[in-house]
């Protein structure tokens, strides 16, 4: 019998990062303008004062290159950086090996406010990092939202 694995350690950027040139940062300082002019024009003053500053916020975002982070998958639950998530806390995965970008591992935690954990995966570690969470947490088809998808495409 072989014996069964107790943890997979890697590292992966903490998003697929894709490489803006000028035009995409033209693109984004029309269309913050357009909306700044749109809200002064309608005396909305704060409005345009917030859309500027999250024009700069994501021309600052989108220019820098992603972290390299270190994930791991234990018998004690999952760790992105230095947070450790327990699997009391997790209510199921999905590991999604057909997306384009590369093989990833989603987790849903049991809080309410918690966010979906995507995680990028080696290919090599699957079936090791599969074998770890079955009968630790449930195994249910997940979608990655929309929203991710649609930050994705955009670029970020």
Not at 23 to 38: G, H, Q, R, S, Y
Not at 79 to 99: A, G, K, Q, V, W
Not at 127 to 148: A, H, S, Y
Request: glycine content about 6%; overall charge negative.
């Amino acid at each position: 019998m072989e014996p069964q694995v107790r943890s997979v350690t890697w590292e992966a950027p903490e998003h697929h990062h894709i490489e803006k040139g000028g035009d995409w940062f033209f693109a984004l300082a029309i269309i913050t303008m357009a909306i700044v002019v749109a809200a002064v024009f309608f005396g909305n003053f704060l409005f345009a004062l917030l859309c500027g500053i999250a024009g700069i916020t994501m021309s600052i975002a989108a220019s820098q290159p992603p972290k390299v982070i270190p994930f791991a998958v234990t018998v004690r639950g999952i760790r992105i950086d230095e947070t450790l998530y327990p699997y009391t806390t997790l209510r199921s995965f999905h590991i999604d090996e057909d997306d384009p970008r590369g093989p990833r591992l989603f987790v849903i935690s049991k809080k309410h406010f918690m966010p979906l954990l995507v995680l990028p995966l080696p290919e090599e570690y699957i079936d090791d990092i599969e074998d770890i969470l079955v009968g630790r947490i449930d195994e249910e088809f997940i979608e990655e939202p929309f929203f991710n998808v649609l930050l994705e495409f955009l670029g970020f």
